[in-house]
């Protein structure tokens, strides 16, 4: 063993990012039936909130890219959003068994119905997306739906689902520290590039830049409470990792769990699998836990 190598032979446990969207559009019925079949250990989602206070499975807060709609989706009720095609973007056939068209886009109780039925243990990582027009009534919304679906919060248990939360504001995690167990809670932390937020975001100089500011302030403020320790996981995305190794070997060796996403390249399973990294979050959980299957398995 090198010294950059893990001292425990265990495998990284292997969450769906948005279920197994490699395959399927992500967030659907379809791509977490798929992620479930390819044996992942846990699966990843997002989360907003409708006009009608929904939580509801989207990565972005407006619909353009992952439907036939247009506009935010806070603006529009669930019974609005359930109309709308989330599948077809992606120009996958689902499979009968999957489900229908109609029936692909999901809320959060519709997540855990999916999960319940998994038939083993499984992980559950929600990340609320922020800014949030309804602010941190996201956090307080999806934790009385959990509630009510029989989650214990000193456990994070719900039935065989293991459920953890995440996010990139530290405003978000701070709130979730004071209900959920720091052994629950990751903090999400990636380097922020000025010229790929005006790119995405279609902004201007001046925005951009002091947009970015916000968001550097914010991954100090992230950083911050990793070294503290305050938060129990560490999430860093794989771009951070490559260039931030040392800094993700400190939080593992003060004892901090580091989820990383989103690994998608053979390269990137093995860089992780060295570190010592304990969670993988990947668009293609079958091919990951295949390589990692193969290199668990001792020479002949």
Not at 13 to 36: C, M, N
Not at 118 to 132: Q, T, Y
Not at 156 to 184: C, G, R, Y
Not at 259 to 273: A, F, H, S
Request: glycine letters at 8%.
């Amino acid at each position: 063993m090198t010294t950059d190598e893990p001292a425990a032979a265990a495998r990284p446990l292997v969450y769906a990012h948005r279920g197994s969207s490699g395959t399927f559009a992500e967030h659907t019925r379809a791509a977490y039936l798929q992620a479930i079949a390819d044996g992942a250990d846990g699966v990843e989602c997002d989360v907003h909130l409708t006009r009608d206070q929904h939580v509801v499975l989207l990565h972005d807060a407006t619909l353009d890219r992952t439907s036939d709609g247009t506009g935010q989706v806070a603006d529009r009720t669930l019974q609005e959003l359930q109309e709308l095609d989330f599948s077809s973007w992606k120009g996958a056939r689902i499979p009968e068994a999957y489900g229908a068209k109609s029936g692909q886009f999901l809320t959060l109780p519709d997540l855990l119905d999916i999960l319940r039925a998994a038939g083993r243990g499984i992980g559950l990582a929600i990340e609320f997306k922020h800014p949030s027009p309804y602010q941190l009534r996201l956090e307080d919304r999806a934790l009385e739906v959990l509630r009510v679906e029989g989650w214990d919060p000193r456990t994070s248990m719900l039935e065989n689902i293991t459920v953890s939360f995440m996010s990139f504001s530290p405003d978000s995690v701070k709130h979730l520290l004071e209900s959920v167990p720091a052994a629950a809670v990751c903090q999400l932390v990636d380097d922020v590039n000025v010229a790929d937020i005006r790119e995405e975001l279609g902004l201007g100089a001046l925005t951009g830049g002091a947009l970015a500011n916000v968001m550097k302030a914010a991954q100090a403020e992230g950083e911050r409470i990793l070294a503290a320790a305050e938060a129990g996981i560490a999430g860093p995305g794989i771009g951070y990792v490559r260039t931030h190794a040392p800094a993700v070997q400190r939080w593992l060796a003060s004892g901090l769990r580091c989820r990383v996403w989103t690994v998608d390249t053979e390269d990137d399973v093995e860089r992780c699998r060295k570190l010592g990294i304990q969670e993988i979050t990947t668009n293609w959980p079958a091919q990951v836990l295949s390589q990692l299957m193969a290199d668990s398995r001792p020479p002949r």
